[in-house]
């Protein structure tokens, strides 16, 4: 079991070198560098990469990522030392995005406020998930970007404000596609299946490691079709839209997470959105 080291155990210091000139710096981040967003970096083979003072695993080639969080305001300061002993740091500050309130009426009342009887059943499922997540797998399936799981409109957006049943929730961390259950779910990228299991508030659960900390879920299903430990292909059938769990409806819940931070998965997607049936 691989978990995720740089996180777990203390490593390479922030280095000051500085940066005379941005076009010197030999080592760059791409992406949408927004709140929620996955950073892509490029870095010289055999280069030593740390965010805000932690180690990042890279790949052999010098390709790392990392992630904002969905409420993050503070610069995330990326270091690099180079394998000829020199090195520069440079800090990324991310887009804030404003996010939308949204109001769910329907909701089966025992997934909204459980009854005691299954909260510990919950709880064992939430650490379930937590464990996998914590995952430093040395793949790198994420860098190829990811292609839209499922057709549907577009029922909920990442990091909306939840009010369930009229209950204040956690905000949605993911991206809700409404589509009739049966509807075939693909996976996005390769990966490998961390989790295919039944929970009680996330229904039909699948949980892919795409590597680096890189994580994608999808929850609700009517069927689950992979299984724990199976290795997946891009564009594979992995599961059915339903409506298990706490859902009003049949939709896929799509989450992406970059440790345990919550990404937007739409914002690393190649491809764009399918349209709805």
């Known amino acids: 079991m691989i978990l995720r080291r740089g996180f777990l155990a203390g490593g390479l210091a922030a280095l000051s070198w500085p940066a005379s000139a941005q076009d010197d710096i030999r080592f760059t981040v791409s992406g949408s560098m927004e709140q929620g967003s996955l950073a892509i970096g490029q870095a010289p083979a055999g280069s030593l990469v740390s965010l805000d003072g932690r180690p990042l695993s890279a790949t052999t080639d010098g390709r790392f990522c990392f992630g904002f969080g969905p409420d993050q305001t503070d610069a995330s300061l990326i270091t690099v030392r180079y394998p000829d002993g020199g090195g520069d740091s440079r800090r990324y500050t991310p887009t804030v995005r404003q996010y939308e309130e949204q109001r769910v009426n329907g909701l089966p009342q025992n997934t909204v406020t459980p009854p005691p009887q299954v909260r510990a059943r919950i709880e064992r499922e939430a650490e379930a998930i937590y464990l ?27 990091g909306s404000r939840r009010i369930d049943n009229g209950v204040p929730m956690s905000p949605h961390y993911g991206v809700d596609m409404a589509a009739p259950t049966g509807t075939p779910i693909h996976a996005p990228a390769d990966g490998l299946v961390r989790i295919s299991a039944d929970h009680y508030l996330n229904g039909g659960f699948t949980l892919i490691d795409h590597g680096q900390g890189v994580s994608t879920a999808y929850l609700h299903q009517s069927a689950r079709l992979v299984r724990e430990g199976q290795p997946v292909r891009r564009g594979q059938m992995i599961g059915r839209i339903g409506a298990t769990g706490r859902a009003t409806g049949p939709h896929l819940h799509w989450a992406m997470n970059w440790f345990e931070t919550r990404l937007d998965p739409s914002l690393s997607t190649r491809k764009p959105k399918p349209d709805p049936l």
């Open 132 to 158: 996998a997540r914590l995952y430093d797998s040395p793949g790198s399936d994420f860098l190829s970007g990811f292609d839209w799981p499922a057709p549907g409109i577009e029922s909920g957006v990442f």
